[in-house]
């Protein structure tokens, strides 16, 4: 039987993904964290462990779900089923923020398995609104929308980056989820400061941030979600913090999954540049 829960807001305390391999191990420490965040599509069935060990987590814990399967860029209409398994999904867990990407990967029916990047023009802004207001509308919840690591620029874009990003949250009343993780990466990848792009977004619009490792193959930073977060992409979360304030940080950690306790090391220094933050404020 599914128990009704209330809503719980996500505090600007530092928080982890929960994945299926910690399960039991979470629910058996109950480690002092401020949020978990899950990803949406991996509790869309009816049933079984997933829904089971997430209803009891989020018991404990504020909850937040990321989406990666929207494919709010895409120019194939809306999936109505995967919109429909979203809402079913929010209404169960009442989850205090929910999240999507700032890309495309689906053709039809056919879904590519990756988050690709759009050509930053007038047009693809006017279109990503457009479907955002769409989804929001939907779920009946004001959603995240988070900025992607690429790995390509497309040469007709005409609109930097942040500006895009920027802007598709003031045309649509979405927030942002603020990767600083892939804000360095695609620095790195296309020569920008990418202390320019944190300057340019609109501190009110962040409602949470990333951060997680990378890997770098044949001159490419590749975001993949399998390391520890570099001392550089902590710089730029101190540098992010200085700037919009505190938020709520999570640790992601998707691909050679360590020990439970690794992530939790990792919160804990967010948890701290955070606490710094907040110290430094009050001051």
């Not at 700037?243 to 950690?253: C, K, Q, T, V, Y």
């Not at 439970?260 to 907040?278: F, H, P, T």
Request: hydrophobic share 40%; charged share 25%; with cysteine.
């Amino acid at each position: 039987m599914t128990t009704q829960v209330a809503k719980k807001p996500i505090p600007a305390q530092a928080g982890i993904g929960i994945r299926h391999v910690h399960f039991r191990e979470m629910l058996e420490r109950l480690p002092d964290i401020g949020w978990l965040e899950a990803h949406s599509e991996n509790y869309f069935g009816d049933g079984g462990q997933p829904l089971y060990y997430l209803e009891q987590l989020r018991a404990h814990y504020p909850l937040s779900l990321h989406g990666v399967g929207m494919s709010v860029g895409s120019a194939s209409p809306l999936d109505q089923t995967h919109l429909k398994k979203l809402k079913k999904l929010c209404d169960r867990f009442e989850p205090g923020l929910v999240s999507e990407h700032l890309c495309w990967g689906r053709v039809g029916e056919y879904h590519l398995n990756e988050l690709l990047p759009l050509p930053y023009t007038e047009e693809a802004l006017a279109h990503v609104v457009l479907r955002i207001d769409a989804v929001q509308e939907f779920i009946g919840r004001k959603i995240l929308i988070e900025n992607l690591s690429s790995y390509l620029e497309y040469k007709h874009s005409t609109i930097p980056e942040w500006e895009f990003l920027a802007e598709t949250a003031n045309r649509s009343g979405c927030g942002i989820l603020l990767d600083v993780n892939n804000i360095y990466v695609n620095a790195c990848n296309h020569d920008f400061d990418p202390h320019k792009y944190i300057e340019a977004i609109p501190p009110d619009t962040v409602g949470e941030i990333h951060l997680a490792g990378f890997e770098q193959r044949d001159g490419l930073l590749i975001d993949t979600h399998s390391r520890n977060v570099t001392d550089d992409v902590w710089d730029l979360y101190q540098f992010t913090l200085e700037i919009i304030g505190p938020r709520p940080s999570l640790i992601e950690w998707d691909a050679d999954i360590p020990e439970l306790d690794v992530l939790l090391q990792e919160a804990s220094k967010a948890q701290s540049i955070l606490q710094s933050e907040k110290n430094a404020a009050v001051a």
